[in-house]
């Protein structure tokens, strides 16, 4: 699997965008990129992912550059309740190796 | 609720005591993968089972083992633990082998505390 690099913390104020950033320059063509968060030592939860064209959901809008060797996690109006570390990985959908190796990631705080 | 069950939710034990972590994984979801994360580190993976076998395998201790059963329950079990062995040990399931577009769903997790 590709590897990731995030920053290790970021902070945003309460109801402004959340920019998470994610480099992955290594990324093949098969790869898609997801992003997960992990509430404090709660189950880590699915956010969104994307294989090279930017999408939007719910809960944050991903946006990949044209070469795909990075990516930004946009969560629109941050609230407290988005504090979390979050995982951005690379790895194929398809694969016989189907395991999600998780980095560091960022911690991301939300401030008041 | 994600609808994977761990249970229990806590466990305290002993020092060489062996103990069995529990998880139902989504239903429909033949694939169960376990993860250990200790205290301010990230996510390990220990190892997966599809349908009842074993298809990868991660730092996985010797001392530890796992399996899947028939109706897709699968069990963590750790022997002869270690202090080291304290750690929150999630459970996550996905529908098949080739991992459906929204990836895993996690359970909430056993937090093991070794004495």
């Known amino acids: 699997d590709a590897k990731t690099t995030q920053p290790p913390s970021m902070d945003c104020a309460e109801g402004r965008a959340a920019n998470l950033p994610c480099n992955h320059s290594t990324i093949s063509g098969n790869e898609y990129v997801y992003w997960y968060r992990q509430i404090h030592s709660q189950g880590p939860q699915y956010i969104i992912h994307g294989l090279k064209n930017n999408e939007t959901n719910e809960m944050a809008s991903l946006i990949i550059t044209e070469d795909r060797k990075s990516s930004t996690l946009i969560l629109p109006h941050a609230t407290l309740r988005d504090t979390a570390v979050y995982y951005c990985?690379?790895?194929?959908?398809?694969?016989?190796?189907?395991?999600?190796?998780f980095g560091s990631g960022t911690r991301l705080s939300i401030r008041p | 609720d994600s609808g994977v069950t761990q249970t229990p939710k806590h466990l305290i034990t002993a020092t060489g005591q062996r103990v069995t972590l529990r998880c139902s994984p989504r239903s429909g979801d033949l694939s169960v993968y376990w993860y250990q994360q200790s205290l301010d580190q990230g996510l390990q993976f220990l190892i997966q089972y599809y349908n009842g076998e074993e298809r990868a395998k991660g730092n996985i201790l010797e001392r530890f083992s796992a399996q899947q059963f028939p109706d897709l329950h699968s069990e963590l079990n750790l022997s002869s633990l270690e202090l080291g062995d304290s750690a929150l040990y999630f459970c996550?399931?996905?529908?098949?082998?080739?991992?459906?577009?929204?990836?895993?769903?996690f359970g909430s997790g056993t937090r093991l505390t070794v004495v």
């Open positions: 996550a399931s996905s529908v098949d082998l080739q991992v459906a577009n929204y990836g895993y769903t």
């Open positions: 990985i690379v790895r194929p959908t398809y694969s016989s190796a189907s395991k999600i190796i």
